[in-house]
């Protein structure tokens, strides 16, 4: 079962929950055969120079609802703000240059003046390959918009051309937004090797982004490319938006946990007693549920997991979330717009699940940060040298 599709409507699907939990604690990995063609087809497409790209008048011409709009442009708001303050903190203290920052200190002891430095130069080409679905989109603005703040010159994306048509057309107008200027049809293994190999008119990349399985086999062959993985080794977060049975979602979510199906911290934000009431009745113990106004035994309870739990009422739920940087992460929320976008500064987000009745994005985001766009070299300085 791919990741992000949790079914956890009022159909209770508990099963499907741990059999899905269980492949989260299980990441595939990809035969050699499969490894050796995406190689083989890289070198030929950069041979050719014949890398199946989006025609510039498609991405112009790619339109989405004023809602959808609405919604990618403030997404992109935010998270471009974000990296902004990050790279802010980053650089503090290091003197800006035309090609990125530098730090440099006088060396004593020497007869001549000497100096020791650094600079932080930002890569000149990154890409990142997506399946083609709606629950990617906060993966593509994250590390687009890094990569930009960052000083990143080009990012290339690529996804499967077969993914579905409105999925293609959100994809399509988020690249757009975030000045993605090259947009590949092709996905999986094939995207990756090729991004990392290049074509004639246009360089490797320095990085490169995905979730396809056994990516990072491909270290080897390109060490000069640096592979991450969209998709986490664990669940971290879970952002069930809209109106469903939160209840049975609380139980099955629980439940997996205490099956063991998934590991490490949680935090827990409860928005009703129901989802309180679900906490306590699967914790250890036995706590009753008729306890449930007392903050304390819901947090004793949670802690027994190791777990946080973040109360109804409690507003600041979504700090604590993104100051924890816990391994696992549910929320249950009834106001997805806000939520969505504050989650979006948590290391790892699955928002979903993609089988509730209202629109949602679902999927998996490896969150990067702007150092992961950044090269550092040392620069020693002897004088006479």
Known sequence: ??????????????????????????????????LESALAFADDQGIQNSAPTVPDDEIRRAVVSPEEFLELRTAIEQIRSFHEKELAALTKGLTRTSSGWSWRTSLSGFQTASSLGRRWLPLERVGIVLEGTLREVPSLLNFSLAARVAGVEECVVAWDPACDASAQAVLRVAAREVGARTLLRLGGLKAVALLATGTEDRGPCSLVACSAPGARTLQSRFPNCSFAELSPDGLTCVLAMGEFDRQAAARAWIGGLAEGRATGGAVLVLSDRNEVDALLTHAEGGISSGEWGDPEVVRAAAAERGWVAVLPGETHALDLVQSLNPS?????????????????????????????????????????TVADFLRVQTVTKFAGR
Not at 5 to 34: C, K, M
């Open 1 to 34: 079962m791919s990741l992000g599709r949790l079914a956890l409507s009022g159909d209770p699907s508990y099963r499907t929950f741990l059999e899905w939990a269980a492949s989260l604690a299980n990441p595939q990995t990809v035969g050699s055969e499969e």
């Open 328 to 368: 696992n992460v549910i929320v249950f929320t009834t106001d997805p717009e806000r939520t969505a976008l504050s989650l979006t500064t948590a290391s790892q987000v699955q928002i979903g699940p993609a089988t509730l009745q209202t629109k949602a994005y679902s999927g998996v985001v490896g969150r990067p």
